[in-house]
């Protein structure tokens, strides 16, 4: 009876624990792509403490909803200037596609900037925003995804999106590099929908 119970607790802990593997450690490369956003670190900023789905960010990549590839008749141009790679992407698609598991982000994450957590997504939290902010000169916020390995973990792909109250959003695909101990922005892909 002591080996079940000790195999019924070790069992959700192994779970997790591979669950978790498949992210980064840290968040240096998020931190890395916000300095080139030129954010200012005097100021307060709003920053969604849900993290973004993973959905939304190889909705981004693919062009679409779904495991399959759609590229517009129309417009053929590759916006992932060659990184899609067929036999990667199902990969990538297939282990974060359906990860639900709900993430927070944490002012730790970001210690060098001035971030107010909100809980909440989509219109909820621009009520939030509008209700709680107004007369403040606070009126922007940043959505950001946990970011996925891809391609042998050549590199990581996330989902950061500015949002403003007066309903002007932006909404990239960030696609960053490690190069000589450095992370390295590869590509910024605008979203088809939001831009």
């Not at 200012?40 to 399959?68: M, P, Y």
């Not at 759609?70 to 992407?89: A, Q, R, S």
């Not at 009126?139 to 050549?154: G, L, Q």
């Not at 590199?155 to 992370?183: C, D, G, P």
Request: charged content about 30%.
């Amino acid at each position: 009876m002591k080996h079940i119970k000790k195999v019924a607790l070790l069992i959700p802990f192994f779970i997790l624990s591979c669950n978790s593997s498949k992210y980064l450690a840290s968040y240096e490369p998020i931190n890395v792509f916000l300095e080139t956003q030129k954010i200012d670190k005097n100021k307060v900023h709003i920053l969604q403490s849900d993290k973004e789905e993973n959905r939304q960010a190889l909705r981004i990549f693919n062009g679409g909803e779904g495991a399959n590839r759609y590229i517009d008749p129309t417009d053929p141009t590759d916006y992932t200037d060659g990184l899609y790679v067929k036999k990667h992407w199902k990969k990538l698609y297939k282990q974060y596609v359906n990860d639900t598991l709900k993430r927070h982000w944490k002012k730790e994450d970001f210690p060098n900037y001035n971030f107010i957590l909100e809980k909440g997504t989509g219109l909820m939290l621009t009520r939030i925003v509008i209700d709680k902010y107004a007369g403040t000169g606070i009126h922007e916020w940043f959505t950001i995804s946990e970011p996925m390995y891809y391609f042998n973990r050549k590199y990581i792909l996330f989902l950061f999106e500015t949002k403003h109250s007066a309903r002007s959003r932006s909404s990239n695909l960030v696609i960053m590099k490690r190069e000589k101990n450095q992370w390295q922005e590869v590509r910024v892909m605008r979203d088809y929908i939001y831009n």
